[in-house]
């Protein structure tokens, strides 16, 4: 995936500044399938103008700053329905603590075991960040189409962290008693 298709799926819902993306849809809504910061989509946006997927509206404000607002084109559209039917690779994984642990013989025990408490502690939070997502149970029936198909990758991610935290206490368990 890149952050270019999930630009256009955003900006297909409705139109959006980057500041919005970036505060309204990245960080409260996707960073647990794909984080962005203000700079790559800024960058982001300026290459979708460019490919002619997306335009740019300048509104004048005259209390503030004018507001750039984006807009899917028919080029867009057809560029997001083009990805949206592609099958994906899967994701190459970089975990670094992964790499850590791989190469950790060397650490005392407390070291490494320090390490995975932090680990331990940063994937509880992202568990709370998912879970505090407020979106529809898949089996509430009144859930728009949209509302499911956004639940089902939100509780994949929710799923992924708990995976996480399962194996991180099984690590913890088996350094503290080697």
């Not at 297909?12 to 647990?32: M, N, P, V, W």
């Not at 910061?37 to 997306?54: E, F, H, N, P, S």
């Not at 335009?55 to 209390?63: A, K, P």
């Not at 149970?137 to 859930?143: E, F, I, P, V, Y």
Request: aromatic letters at 6%.
């Amino acid at each position: 995936m890149s952050l270019a298709h999930a630009i256009l799926g955003l900006l297909q819902q409705e139109e959006r500044t980057g500041y919005d993306l970036k505060t309204s849809c990245f960080d409260r809504c996707i960073a647990h399938l794909w984080p962005a910061d203000q700079a790559q989509i800024y960058r982001t946006l300026d290459k979708l103008v460019g490919q002619g997927w997306i335009t740019c509206t300048v509104e004048i404000q005259s209390d503030r700053p004018n507001r750039k607002v984006y807009s899917v084109t028919e080029a867009g559209q057809a560029e997001l329905i083009r990805w949206l039917q592609c099958p994906q690779p899967l994701p190459t994984v970089r975990d670094p603590l992964l790499v850590q642990l791989h190469f950790a013989a060397q650490l005392p025990d407390e070291a490494i075991l320090q390490l995975l408490e932090e680990q331990l502690a940063a994937r509880r939070q992202k568990l709370a960040e998912c879970e505090n997502i407020d979106l529809p149970t898949l089996s509430d029936r009144s859930a728009s189409r949209e509302q499911i198909l956004q639940r089902l990758g939100l509780e994949l991610a929710i799923r992924r962290e708990q995976t996480y935290i399962d194996w991180l206490k099984t690590a913890i368990e088996a350094i503290g008693n080697a």
